[in-house]
């Protein structure tokens, strides 16, 4: 079933996997935004991904490089261009498939209000033996010219605070709605109790 916009929250999944899964469902004709894309995980540990990463810098235009390959350093172009990798990017289906994805490094203001889900076949946790080695892709951009880690975490560190105490506030309305409710079906008399049990009330 089709969701109008799907958030996925980045954080703790494995890049390919999940990138495999954004592609399939934004080709299906899903929305898709992904945040905190500088926590995804990659397998392997980061000395090896950043040689790799190196060896994909040296690869350009021989006579004008300005025409690309472009090598993106943000964590959330990265996750971008690996999904433009596995659909057919260059036909009207996959660039209408592409715009259907949007990908973010944190999580900016519309969608830190919004339910985030997780892709579980890509999660970490499963995929992945305890003692293989793993980086986070945040770290991996860093190490290759992003310079944008530590104000990710400043600003992430705020919006947990703000998260918390908004959270701390919706358990003390729901808390206070059902003490309204015990006190008013008390209240009711023993046949309008019955009635109530009757619906489901």
């Not at 021989?62 to 025409?67: G, K």
Request: aromatic share 6%; proline share 4%; with cysteine.
């Amino acid at each position: 079933m089709f969701k109008e916009q799907v958030v996925i929250d980045g954080r703790g999944h494995l890049l390919g996997r999940l990138a495999a899964t954004i592609a399939k469902e934004v080709l299906n004709g899903q929305k898709v935004v992904v945040v905190r894309c500088e926590e995804i995980n990659i397998s392997g540990s980061l000395y090896r991904n950043r040689l790799k990463y190196s060896s994909f810098l040296r690869k350009r235009m021989n006579t004008n490089p300005r025409r690309g390959p472009f090598h993106h350093r943000q964590p959330s172009k990265i996750l971008w261009r690996t999904v433009r990798g596995m659909m057919p990017h260059k036909t009207a289906r996959g660039a209408a498939a592409l715009d259907r994805l949007k990908v973010f490094d944190g999580i900016p203001a519309p969608f830190d209000k919004m339910k985030r889900m997780v892709v579980p076949q890509a999660l970490k946790v499963i995929r992945l033996k305890p003692h293989r080695r793993f980086c986070r892709l945040g770290d991996m951009a860093a190490s290759v010219g992003w310079n944008h880690d530590d104000l990710i975490k400043r600003l992430e560190e705020k919006r947990k605070v703000r998260s918390e105490a908004f959270h701390k506030k919706r358990v003390a309305l729901t808390k206070l709605k059902q003490q309204a409710a015990a006190a008013a079906t008390k209240a009711l008399s023993a046949d309008e109790q019955k009635i109530l049990a009757r619906v489901n009330l």
